[in-house]
């Protein structure tokens, strides 16, 4: 896991750096630390980034602007906001930061924090690698959702692509138990990473397609999203 640290306390980044490494031992997260020292650098390496902790006091610097300049450029990087004053955690939300800590640091509060995103990073690394399908390693989190026709299937990825499978949509319901999936519909099973929207009727995607929401299906959905999403905050 690759861990970015943009803070120009020296002080405060050592005890972070501690207390990450600490964690790193006690709960088996491989963890490369890296402490970006200027804004140049930080930017230049950001595609390499899996989690950055970004101070919001940096001098001359404006940590708020610089994490919503770093969303618009790689929004998939995770970012904790670090800082000593409890007024920025309410700024938060303009970044869309994904955890607050607030100086100086506790371990036990730490772990607490950022759990779920060690549990989501680990959760993307899973993959699929079947020859029955394609040569190549299909992630889990590339996956838009899977439409059952007849007794096969089809997988629906994040960049459009399309791939047949000669499996049943049972196969895959098993297959991905616990992985952030839910059927809408007895043809349809949805990654909930990509819910925007739900009506009486369908299931809308960010990528703006609409998924069938089937009566005998809602009830059941609606539940696995509340808690899907509940888990996320």
Same mark, same amino acid.
């Given at each position: *896991?690759?861990?970015?640290?943009?803070?120009?306390?020296?002080?405060?980044?050592?005890?972070?750096? $501690?207390?990450?490494?600490?964690?790193?031992?006690?709960?088996?997260?491989?963890?490369?630390?890296?402490?970006?020292?200027?804004?140049?650098?930080?930017?230049?390496?950001?595609?390499?980034?899996?989690?950055?902790?970004?101070?919001?006091?940096?001098?001359?610097?404006?940590?708020? !602007?610089?994490?919503?300049?770093?969303?618009?450029?790689?929004?998939?990087? /995770?970012?904790?906001?670090?800082?000593?004053?409890?007024?920025?955690?309410?700024?938060?939300?303009?970044?869309?930061?994904? $955890?607050?800590?607030?100086?100086?640091?506790?371990?036990?509060?730490?772990?607490?924090?950022?759990?779920?995103?060690?549990?989501?990073?680990?959760?993307?690394? /899973?993959?699929?690698?079947? *020859?029955?399908?394609?040569?190549?390693?299909?992630?889990?989190?590339? @996956?838009?959702?899977?439409?059952?026709?007849?007794? /096969?299937?089809?997988?629906?990825?994040?960049?459009? $692509?399309?791939?047949?499978?000669?499996?049943?949509?049972?196969?895959?319901?098993?297959?991905?138990?616990?992985?952030?999936?839910?059927?809408?519909?007895? !043809?349809?099973? @949805?990654?909930?990473?990509?819910?925007?929207?739900?009506?009486?009727?369908?299931?809308?995607?960010?990528?703006?397609?609409?998924?069938?929401?089937? /009566?005998?299906?809602?009830?059941?959905?609606?539940?696995?999203?509340?808690?899907?999403?509940?888990?996320?905050?």
């Amino acid at each position: *896991m690759e861990i970015f640290i943009f803070d120009d306390c020296k002080s405060d980044r050592n005890d972070l750096i $501690r207390i990450l490494q600490s964690l790193s031992q006690k709960n088996n997260i491989p963890m490369h630390i890296k402490v970006q020292k200027d804004l140049s650098s930080l930017f230049k390496n950001l595609n390499n980034c899996d989690l950055l902790f970004l101070d919001m006091v940096l001098g001359s610097l404006n940590g708020l !602007s610089i994490g919503q300049n770093i969303k618009k450029l790689y929004p998939e990087c /995770r970012i904790v906001i670090i800082t000593a004053f409890d007024q920025y955690s309410k700024q938060g939300y303009k970044i869309h930061a994904d $955890r607050f800590l607030l100086k100086p640091f506790n371990e036990s509060e730490v772990l607490i924090e950022l759990s779920e995103l060690f549990e989501e990073y680990f959760r993307n690394l /899973r993959c699929i690698k079947d *020859m029955n399908i394609i040569p190549n390693k299909i992630y889990i989190k590339d @996956i838009l959702y899977i439409e059952a026709i007849n007794k /096969r299937t089809k997988l629906h990825m994040t960049n459009g $692509r399309i791939i047949n499978s000669p499996y049943t949509l049972k196969h895959w319901i098993s297959e991905l138990a616990n992985s952030g999936f839910c059927q809408p519909h007895k !043809s349809f099973f @949805i990654n909930l990473s990509y819910v925007n929207e739900i009506t009486n009727t369908d299931v809308i995607l960010y990528s703006d397609e609409l998924i069938p929401l089937s /009566r005998n299906h809602k009830k059941s959905f609606e539940k696995d999203l509340l808690d899907f999403l509940y888990k996320a905050i």
